[in-house]
């Protein structure tokens, strides 16, 4: 799956690729709930959906859970801030066999 920007209405930029067993996004985490990237299936794809509200409340009740839930996030922000800072170092997309290596 690709994940990708957009800026003032040019075509999708990639930025990073998500493989299986991998979190899209963490917008479901913190307020205000909202996409930071759009995603986009490159070949025939199943996910998983959990309903935002509900993951939190779960996080709520059970705190180790929660803790493990925040640290796994915060690993999937870190790399997207990580690709997008060399987006914007390099303002070209990379290569996809680059970003499939993590």
Do not use: N
């Not at 509200?53 to 997207?80: H, I, N, P, Y």
């Amino acid at each position: 799956m690709s994940l990708e920007t957009r800026r003032d209405g040019d075509k999708p930029l990639p930025l990073d690729c998500v493989g299986a067993g991998q979190f899209i996004g963490w917008s479901w985490l913190l307020p205000p709930y909202h996409w930071h990237f759009s995603a986009r299936a490159l070949e025939a794809t199943k996910a998983v959906f959990f309903y935002g509200s509900w993951l939190r409340k779960q996080c709520e009740q059970d705190s180790v859970f929660g803790f493990e839930m925040v640290k796994r996030m915060a690993t999937v922000v870190v790399r997207r801030l990580e690709m997008t800072q060399q987006y914007i170092r390099h303002p070209s997309p990379l290569p996809l066999s680059l970003r499939l290596s993590w």
